[in-house]
């Protein structure tokens, strides 16, 4: 018991200390910084994308129908399966890339944005799919 009595009251002190000051909030970024890996990005998203082949083709058919093809079909007629559990029906997808691109991008009317899960070749692949599937060629 006269062990345990030092350590009780050493605990007990322990009370009465000062709190922490809190750090100060992180300060903002100078004036025109970009975040690193900007311009690489901008780049990779930018026209006419990598070079269209049967890779890229099948890599945008893989990622379509993971992430699209539930509300949009596999047809790109808006016919997806959400559809027939009462969702209201979505328009046919445009066979031009670069608004699939924005449209991959963004939210654009209600549409799940993407672009944390697709990288920029992964975006332009499901892109160049989407032209393909609209002209009749997947």
């Not at 322990?14 to 100078?30: M, R």
């Not at 004036?31 to 930018?46: D, I």
């Not at 990622?63 to 079909?73: D, K, L, Q, V």
């Amino acid at each position: 018991m006269t062990r345990l009595l030092p350590l009780l009251l050493l605990l007990a002190a322990c009370d009465a200390w000062p709190e922490s000051p809190k750090p100060p909030p992180p300060a903002p970024p100078p004036e025109g910084a970009v975040p690193r890996g900007a311009a690489a990005r901008s780049r990779a998203l930018a026209a006419p994308g990598p070079p269209v082949g049967a890779a890229l083709l099948t890599e945008g058919a893989d990622r379509y129908a993971i992430f699209c093809t539930p509300c949009h079909g596999p047809r790109g007629l808006g016919d997806g399966v959400v559809v027939s559990r009462g969702h209201p029906p979505l328009a046919p997808l445009p066979a031009d890339p670069a608004r699939s691109m924005a449209a991959i991008a963004g939210n654009h009317l209600g549409a799940h944005p993407l672009s944390d899960r697709l990288d920029p070749r992964q975006r332009w692949a499901v892109a160049r799919h989407v032209e393909a599937l609209m002209r009749g060629t997947p």
